[in-house]
């Protein structure tokens, strides 16, 4: 069950995507965290979103799982 007031959502810039593969790559690396509730990425944009629950995930864990996917990562 969720709860709203313990859930953190984070906003990640991402370069180095091309094409909707990458898009793909990344969601499943942010996703496969425990405690990870949603997980949005948008190539077009160059963006994704990544709901988790507050202390199960650091933003910099987050970060890290982009850039060993082999793209570079900014938090907004």
Known sequence: MSHPAKDHLVLIQIE???????????????????GVREVEVDFPSG?????????????????DAISQAGYRAKVF
């Open 47 to 63: 963006q994704a979103s990544v709901l988790h629950e507050r202390g199960s995930v650091t933003t910099q864990q987050l970060m």
């Open 16 to 34: 180095g995507m091309h094409c909707h593969r990458c898009e793909n790559a990344i969601q499943r690396a942010l996703g496969s965290f425990p």
